[in-house]
């Protein structure tokens, strides 16, 4: 039987969020996975590479993965938001995922921009997620006071050369982060994982999942 793959528009608090729904390669879903995509005014889609990857490594570990268009991308209605928004809207792609699979742990995870929506959103929860995933966290001009108190276990897969979030300044972060947390880099040019994504795939494979 092929696995399963859905497009969905969920209601969000600005209008209706596109979304892309993916059981695992193999086998029926371990864990729900819900996937933020990097910042909308530079580009940023639900199909950027780093997120393709991303997604993909959590099915091939068993996830139900659910991807989506931030409000004002692509099909997803409104306007972006400055991050307080996308928070929001991560929330109800979340509920919807949730009610969907209802038996299953859950984590969330994203990259650049997307990664702060999902550990913002994250810490916030009761009950919290399994997992909280966090790829090319950027550290440059941020706020990341919520995660001096966060006790939901924290991974972070980060370049070696990303710009947005230099190995010094993350390393300085990173130390004042509440435990549980993990940092694992992934030798590549800059914040996209340049050369290196068959690499990044396999540490998402190995340290991201449930």
């Not at 999902?118 to 990341?144: E, V, Y």
Request: proline share 8%.
């Amino acid at each position: 039987m092929p696995r399963k793959i859905e497009t969905h528009f969920i209601p969000g608090p600005a209008g209706r969020l596109e979304s892309l729904l993916e059981e695992p390669e193999q086998g029926e879903p371990r864990y729900a996975a819900l996937v933020c995509h990097p910042h909308p005014l530079y580009g940023g889609t639900m199909h950027n590479k780093v997120v393709y990857r991303m997604a993909r490594a959590l099915r091939k570990g068993g996830a139900v993965v659910m991807r989506f268009n931030f409000r004002g991308v692509n099909l997803s209605e409104g306007e972006h938001a400055h991050g307080v928004g996308e928070v929001e809207d991560a929330r109800a792609v979340l509920d919807f995922l949730r009610a969907r699979y209802p038996d299953l742990p859950w984590m969330l995870g994203g990259f650049s921009f997307g990664s702060r929506v999902a550990l913002r959103l994250g810490c916030s929860l009761s009950p919290s997620p399994q997992r909280l995933l966090a790829a090319g966290f950027p550290t440059k001009g941020q706020d990341n006071r919520h995660l001096t108190d966060c006790g939901v276990p924290k991974v972070f897969i980060q370049s070696t050369h990303d710009e947005h979030g230099p190995k010094p300044e993350l390393e300085v972060a990173y130390a004042g982060f509440a435990e549980p947390k993990e940092l694992h880099w992934v030798p590549a040019k800059d914040h996209f994982f340049v050369d290196a994504l068959d690499q990044f795939e396999a540490a998402v494979l190995e340290y991201g999942g449930l």
